[in-house]
């Protein structure tokens, strides 16, 4: 098979180059607005579901079945790169099993059913609907036979990797049923066989090849006449019925829940590429293997295809999830396809030929990501939310940031010229670009202990975590300084000075902070759901207990609940004894304490699994000298528990630390509450939140997770990249493509940051909001609405005093004259929210409360509208001016004559 003068020659030659990338656009553009045209049509019903499935039925068991046995009839097999499937299929093989034992690792309790198709969608593509009318259009004159392997790469999945998938998700069905023998996992083993084997797919493609040998690769006129009418309403019939597929599948994965189809997505469209290409480009040499890890490449970047929806359906497992990955894997592999299969067309004689513009892109993106950062930066000072753990840790990540930036620019504008002021441009840009790779790691491992172990903990432990994000860069820069030497001989990018040792320190920090990061969020995940788990299972042993009669010494029967109440609870037994003689409870306060919902549900069955030390003083971990009252209890309205996980969330005490440890943690937290947390959230909840819940908002694990997951795919671009660069010394248009993707993920990580937490609506929008669109009174409604629409608040805008309604003015004026007094003496007091203290204030859960009980209320709604009257009339107002009066745990307070809100 003579392929490589015919591939050099096409390359060379710019007028077939112009035919191909021509040819190229037009099939990605027809694909997708026949997809989008199908959809639109599905969407609007013009074309009804059952419609659907015959325009399926008819794809998958004719058309394409009759395509396959045409081409399997035609190939020759003697001229099949047998070693280009072999390296598809361990690619395949290893994505599989990859993704496979991360899901089992992450995933709790163990799921094989999501393992299996995780792994399945990972490595399925769309070979024919999308996959052929691209190949055919960029090889379709210069490698006719590329096409032919299509055909032979399908049933790797179908035949090999499917069927384990397959019997995963039979055994995890089988399993979760509790009766299980032997005759039923054999049914289940044969039940996979069976369906191997009827595939139509598989079946055609076997018997192709079996009349391959028949009719010695030549079909009967007849025949292929039959299956060439049948095989050309294949591809209009595919992607329509690819676009009718669609419909209706993406269901509420918003917010967090979308990170798990896009991590799916990105292993599909970027890992699998990324893989095939470096392994198909091991298993050859030459001019061959160029083209044929380029088109791997190429073949990777397919979606994945709509059948694995099909799976996820007859098994039940992770439906929602694999129709929005389905969606927008589809549409998101656009860009990639058409750019991935713009570069295979171009032949990279030189390294030094992209160097310019991959310099002038550096250069580029460095100077936007500064500024996204400095943003950044200035958002957390400005919120005070640098002082904080994992906050402060982000800080360090983004100066970082900023120096290999600040390195890039320099270079760039220095030149490549030898003298003494290279060296500190080279040392700024490899210390800021190590050091981002090392505190993603040290990132992941503090967001990790502070949900595993406790914010004390990493406290106490956070001088490593400065050692591992600056200690081992300039460590590893002085080394590399010391034993390298600089050559920039024919490199693409100018941030690899010192050539193929560069790479390989580069290969080795970003393997450790990879496998470190990747351990981090793994053990995380592991241990949330296992705690999960353990509260459920708590909170089954406590309400069974609660259940249980308890009788008195004379054989009465007396609930359990009631029975408790006889005595005052641990906690507060602690408090009193931690403090000693200046701790001073009234009857009224106790009395208060033990109505709440505090002692009844949670402190009784705590006290039975942990014993709180008289050191182990809740009250201590707050930097307030305040004598233990009712606002000791304010904190703890909502659940005793969430008061005991705040200490071991926070402290150490249940870890089996010391007593001198749990001292030296008091005073540590202390010192940090007082310094990092005076500047808290606004204390607006739609309704009440756990410790847990508070913390995790507190550290923005969210944000973080979604920062840490792009700077992964970073790191992962950045290592196949480097293993290039030490296993290989030939250039490709895909490397130049994988060499931009690299720099954009390198000097682009303040856009990345800039994404995650550069969107502070109450320190950005709402000022702007409210001092500028309130002036335009359409806009400033609209406004409205979508801000109610998407974050369930809105911005109070009240009208002048004298254009209030007779009702408005009235209901306030009687409410000053005889209850505003007694109101406020009943419900307003100081409460304390997230180490903060707010004085005299209330909410309106207690408002609407007191109404009802006082009879100007007759129930909730009446209590609602009466409070809003009195926001109206400036009697009383939102603590930040923002929502209206809800019965909610909202903060109000009561405005004085005299006082005045901005509208």
């Not at 190590?434 to 406290?459: D, E, G, K, N, P």
Request: with cysteine.
């Amino acid at each position: 098979m003579n392929e490589s003068s015919d591939f050099h020659d096409v390359f060379t030659s710019s007028d077939d180059s112009d035919v191909s990338y021509d040819n190229l656009l037009r099939a990605i553009s027809k694909c997708f607005v026949v997809i989008v045209g199908s959809y639109i049509a599905g969407r609007v019903g013009l074309i009804t579901p059952t419609q659907s499935s015959g325009i399926g039925t008819f794809v998958s068991k004719f058309c394409l079945p009759a395509l396959l046995f045409k081409s399997m009839l035609e190939l020759k097999f003697s001229e099949v790169n047998w070693l280009f499937l072999l390296g598809i299929l361990i690619a395949k093989v290893f994505l599989f099993v990859l993704v496979g034992l991360i899901t089992l690792l992450v995933k709790r309790p163990m799921n094989l059913g999501y393992a299996a198709i995780f792994g399945i969608f990972t490595t399925q593509s769309n070979d024919f609907a999308l996959g052929y009318p691209i190949v055919q259009a960029l090889y379709g004159k210069t490698h006719p036979d590329f096409l032919k392997y299509l055909y032979l790469i399908a049933p790797i999945s179908l035949v090999l990797i499917n069927p384990i998938g397959f019997t995963l998700m039979e055994l995890h069905k089988y399993k979760s049923v509790e009766e299980e023998s032997s005759s039923k996992l054999k049914t289940a083993v044969l039940h996979v066989v069976k369906g191997v084997l009827l595939n139509p797919i598989v079946f055609m493609t076997a018997i192709g090849v079996i009349g391959n040998f028949i009719f010695a690769g030549s079909i009967p006129g007849y025949l292929d006449d039959i299956l060439t009418m049948l095989g050309d309403a294949y591809n209009a019939s595919a992607l329509f019925y690819l676009g009718l597929s669609m419909v209706g599948k993406v269901r509420s994965q918003l917010g967090i829940g979308i990170l798990v189809p896009l991590s799916l997505i990105t292993a599909k469209t970027l890992f699998l590429p990324l893989i095939t290409w470096e392994v198909v480009g091991w298993m050859e040499n030459g001019n061959i293997s160029t083209s044929y890890s380029m088109y791997a490449f190429l073949y990777g970047t397919f979606p994945t295809a709509p059948s694995v929806f099909l799976y996820a359906s007859d098994y039940g497992i992770a439906q929602d999830v694999i129709a929005t990955a389905l969606v927008l894997g589809t549409f998101l592999s656009a860009p990639l396809m058409f750019v991935s299969a713009k570069m295979v067309t171009l032949i990279v004689n030189t390294g030094t030929a992209y160097k310019n513009v991959l310099s002038e892109t550096s250069f580029d993106v460095s100077i936007i990501s500064i500024v996204c950062s400095v943003w950044v930066v200035g958002l957390f000072v400005a919120s005070g939310k640098w002082k904080r753990v994992p906050h402060r840790f982000t800080m360090a990540f983004i100066f970082s940031h900023i120096l290999s930036c600040i390195g890039m620019i320099t270079f760039y504008c220095n030149g490549e010229t030898a003298n003494w002021f290279h060296y500190p441009i080279i040392i700024c840009l490899l210390v800021g670009v190590f050091s981002t790779r090392c505190w993603t790691a040290a990132m992941a491992i503090a967001l990790c202990l502070l949900h595993v172990r406790s914010l004390c903990y990493v406290l106490r432990k956070q001088i490593w975590f400065y050692f591992i994000g600056f200690g081992i860069p300039v460590l590893s820069t002085g080394v590399l300084f010391l034993i390298g030497s600089h050559n920039m001989k024919d490199a693409i990018d100018p941030a690899f000075h010192y050539g193929t040792l560069q790479a390989c320190f580069s290969l080795v920090i970003l393997l450790f902070c990879l496998l470190v990061t990747l351990f981090s969020l793994i053990w995380w995940q592991r241990q949330e759901k296992q705690i999960v788990y353990q509260r459920l299972d708590s909170q089954r042993h406590s309400s069974t207990n609660s259940c249980i009669p308890i009788t008195n010494t004379n054989g009465e029967n007396v609930d359990s609940a009631e029975n408790t109440f006889d005595e005052k609870p641990p906690l507060i037994d602690s408090l009193i004894e931690s403090k000693g003689s200046s701790v001073q409870v009234s009857d009224d306060s106790f009395k208060d304490a033990t109505e709440t919902n505090v002692k009844r549900k949670h402190y009784h069955s705590y006290s039975e699994e942990h014993t709180l030390k008289k050191a182990a003083s809740i009250e201590d971990l707050f930097p307030y000298n305040s004598n233990f009252s009712d606002d000791v209890f304010t904190e703890y309205e909502s659940s005793g528990a969430d008061a005991m996980e705040s200490v071991s969330e926070r402290t150490c005490l249940l870890n089996q630390c010391s007593n001198e440890q749990r001292y030296v943690c008091m005073d540590r937290l202390r010192s940090y509450t007082a310094t990092s947390l005076v500047n808290g959230d606004s204390p607006q909840e739609e309704e009440p939140k756990t410790v847990r819940e508070l913390n995790k908002e507190e550290y923005q694990t969210a944000h973080h997770l979604i920062l840490l997951l792009i700077l992964l795919l970073s790191m992962f671009t950045g290592l196949f990249l480097c293993a290039w660069k030490v296993f290989h010394s030939e250039p490709t248009g895909i490397y130049v493509e994988i060499e931009f993707l690299d720099s954009f993920f390198n000097y682009g990580q303040g856009l990345f940051v800039l994404m995650v937490f550069g969107f502070d609506t109450k320190l950005v929008f709402s000022p702007i909001v409210r001092r500028q669109i309130s002036k335009y009174r359409i806009v400033y409604a609209i406004y409205v609405r979508l801000r109610r629409l998407f974050f369930g608040a809105e911005v109070l805008r009240l009208p002048k005093l004298n254009d209030l309604d007779a009702p408005t003015k009235q209901t306030c004026q009687q409410f000053t004259d005889y209850h505003k007094e007694n109101c406020i003496r009943d419900i307003v007091r100081d409460r304390r929210f997230r180490y903060q203290t707010f004085k005299k204030v209330f909410t309106g859960t207690a408002l609407c409360d007191w109404l009802m009980r006082v009879g100007l209320a007759s129930d909730r709604s009446e209590a609602v509208s009466y409070g809003r009257h009195l926001v109206l009339g400036r009697v009383i107002t939102h603590l930040t001016s923002e929502h209206n009066f809800h019965d909610a745990p909202y903060f109000y307070k009561f405005l004085d004559t005299f006082d005045y809100v901005s509208c």
